[in-house]
């Protein structure tokens, strides 16, 4: 098939170098040309594993990159919009950039062509792209309009295309439907995954993964109540974790056993600093404001919102639990991107949360191994930029963890004890068992569990000093 997939940006990068891994022939599209140049040049613009391999493997071959939208359209048989849809001061989604680029399909089609909602977009959008392209001129035969929601977590967005829970279709005509059951044929037939280059099968994915058809309203919804639905399971498992540490429970024990459920799983189930990113907030807040327009009050929204929120502000409490006065003293950041796998800080709570440390008088000494550039755009004073762990640690009187990597889970402790000024780990993101940590010499606190202390007794058996006098 002959694609064009609009926008550059995580998704349609990802989709565009990933439908040419399928055998198809890509065009993508941005007008961003300085952006175009460097990926015709093989730079790559984001941290995602498995990308820079496909890029090289496909560019100036199946791959292209183009800023001539017009062209592109006349050259395929299917458009992906894959465009910002960045929130508005009320929340709801800004299609601006959308409408912008139905307006130039229109011009452009020449045959029978399937406009593709690849972004996120609230539901009716598919019937608002389908007047624009009508009101500018275009023959009502010579298109129609569907939605193919991505399901691609940053880090993982690859791996999670070519290997899919499921592949969902939102279109109201065969002849449409068809056009996308043949784009995706390669993997709802399995012959992708007997190729000898595949990029290598994660864990558990269904081969070949189901094709789910609806119609478009219905695939629209599909994507806002999939991210609503996994921030509100985080923002659970973040309350819940508040009340264990009330009650003096362990929370990792108690997403043990509710995750073990079939019903529930244990996936996002991982309580910390709370969602981030590029989805989850804008999604949720997208979400309410649909509903709000439709005359329901998602009030469950709000709470899951909420919740997110006081988490940063509860971990904030932890470090003043753990330093008494935050002024002038030095800590060291362990991550900034708002999860591990990519060096996107959008959103990010870590990025939150050095920010209202810097407020108070901190200084503070990041290490983050892939976002660490893109933050000093966002915070050019206060914070210096370590090479690693131990160098961030260096001298600090407390190390935070905020960001999972891998290489922070499994860090040297005695050499990490070495270099802090006091052995104080404030860990966000639950990566070091309480009791290994005290036995190493640590004051550790994390997220839904008692702190622990090298002399063994837990902070919650601790009698407070006013009591012992």
């Known amino acids: 098939m002959r694609i064009a997939v609009v926008g550059s940006g995580y998704v349609g990068l990802v989709a565009g170098a990933c439908f040419a891994e399928l055998g198809h022939q890509v065009i993508v599209v941005d007008n961003d040309e300085p952006r175009v140049a460097a990926l015709k040049n093989g730079q790559v613009p984001i941290h995602e594993k498995f990308l820079p391999e496909l890029l090289q493997r496909h560019r100036g071959k199946r791959l292209e990159f183009s800023t001539d939208l017009h062209e592109a359209v006349r050259a395929s048989q299917a458009i992906f919009i894959a465009v910002g849809t960045p929130p508005t001061d009320r929340g709801d989604a800004d299609l601006s950039y959308v409408e912008s680029v139905a307006r130039e399909i229109a011009g452009a089609i020449n045959e029978y062509t399937v406009v593709v909602e690849k972004s996120t977009v609230p539901v009716y959008t598919s019937d608002w792209v389908r007047k624009i392209i009508l009101r500018n001129g275009a023959d009502p035969n010579s298109f129609d309009v569907a939605s193919n929601p991505e399901f691609l977590r940053e880090g993982t967005a690859v791996t999670d295309f070519l290997f899919p829970d499921r592949i969902v279709v939102g279109c109201d005509h065969e002849r449409c439907c068809a056009v996308l059951r043949e784009i995706y044929l390669p993997l709802t037939s399995g012959s992708y995954y007997e190729s000898a280059d595949a990029i290598p099968q994660p864990d558990s994915a269904p081969i070949p993964p189901p094709i789910i058809v609806t119609s478009t309203k219905s695939a629209e919804l599909i994507k ?246």
């Not at 985080?234 to 009330?246: K, Q, T, Y």
């Not at 439709?294 to 904030?316: A, K, P, S, T």
């Not at 009187?397 to 999972?404: G, K, N, S, V």
């Not at 802090?420 to 009791?435: M, T």
């Open 224 to 469: 806002h109540a999939s991210n609503a639905f996994l921030a509100m399971k985080i923002s659970f498992i973040n309350a819940v974790a508040s009340l264990c540490e009330s009650v003096g429970s362990d929370v990792s024990q108690v997403c043990q056993g509710i995750g073990s459920d079939s019903r529930i799983g244990p996936r996002f189930l991982n309580p910390g600093v709370g969602y981030g990113g590029s989805c989850f907030p804008k999604d949720v807040m997208a979400f309410r404001a649909v509903a709000r327009e439709c005359g329901y009050d998602f009030r469950l929204l709000e709470e899951v919102m909420r919740i997110n929120e006081d988490q940063r502000e509860r971990f904030l409490r932890k470090v003043r639990s753990a330093l008494w006065t935050l002024r002038g003293k030095q800590l060291a950041v362990l991550g900034l991107a708002f999860k591990g796998g990519t060096d996107d800080i959008r959103e990010s709570p870590a990025i939150l949360i050095v920010k209202a440390l810097l407020q108070e008088g901190c200084k503070i000494t990041a290490y983050d191994p892939a976002a660490m550039e893109r933050t000093q755009e966002v915070i050019s004073s206060n914070v210096k930029f370590a090479n690693s762990a131990y160098e961030a640690a260096h001298g600090a009187d407390a190390l935070l963890i905020l960001t999972e990597w891998e290489e922070f889970a499994n860090l040297d402790l005695r050499r990490l004890r070495e270099k802090l000024r006091y052995p104080i780990v404030i860990d966000g993101r639950n990566l070091y068992d309480p009791e290994v940590m005290a036995e190493q010499g640590f004051t550790y606190y994390s997220v839904g569990r008692a702190a622990a202390h090298p002399d063994g007794v837990p902070a919650a058996l601790k009698p407070e000093r006013s009591r012992q006098k």
